[in-house]
């Protein structure tokens, strides 16, 4: 198996566990010793899930170069950046927020950084649903051809040796 395919299956295992340590943290009551080992294990899974999402944009561009289709690969360069950067951001106010409770809560800005962060995760993301479906497009098409290939082949009489 392709070790940036592997990486990838491994990192959104890490994002599950993520998700469900986020669940946990919300709707039960824990010590602080164990609710601050939770949050340091969630930014830690944060960032492993950040680093999987910068590989699947590099895996999708590749691909897009195999069918070939250098806007989807183009598209997808930009998007490892657009949506990868976005979210280690979000990572980073989120270990602030983890080791400066009363800092972070107060700030003002605070709020209008994670909502510009936010903003720009939704429409990079639209961004990224659009290239999907182009790429799943381009994937049929492709589908398509490689079987009338194959079967145009298998019609044809064999060379006798």
Not at 23 to 39: C, D, H, K
Not at 101 to 122: P, Y
């Amino acid at each position: 198996m392709d070790r940036r395919r592997r990486l990838i299956r491994v990192t959104l295992f890490v994002a599950v566990v993520n998700y469900a340590l986020t669940f946990a943290l919300q709707t039960s009551v824990w010590t602080p010793e164990m609710r601050l080992a939770m949050q340091v294990l969630g930014c830690v899974a944060a960032t492993v899930g950040v680093v999987g999402q910068f590989a699947m944009f590099k895996y999708i561009s590749m691909l897009a170069l195999r069918i070939p289709d250098d806007r989807i690969a183009r598209r997808a360069h930009l998007l490892m950046y657009a949506l990868g950067i976005p979210a280690l951001m979000l990572v980073a106010l989120r270990v602030w927020t983890t080791f400066s409770q009363t800092a972070a809560r107060s700030f003002v800005g605070f709020g209008l950084a994670v909502g510009l962060v936010l903003l720009a995760l939704i429409v990079f993301g639209i961004m990224d649903l659009i290239m999907m479906l182009r790429l799943q497009k381009r994937f049929k098409e492709q589908a398509i051809l490689a079987r009338q290939i194959w079967s145009s082949t298998s019609n044809m009489p064999q060379i006798a040796e």
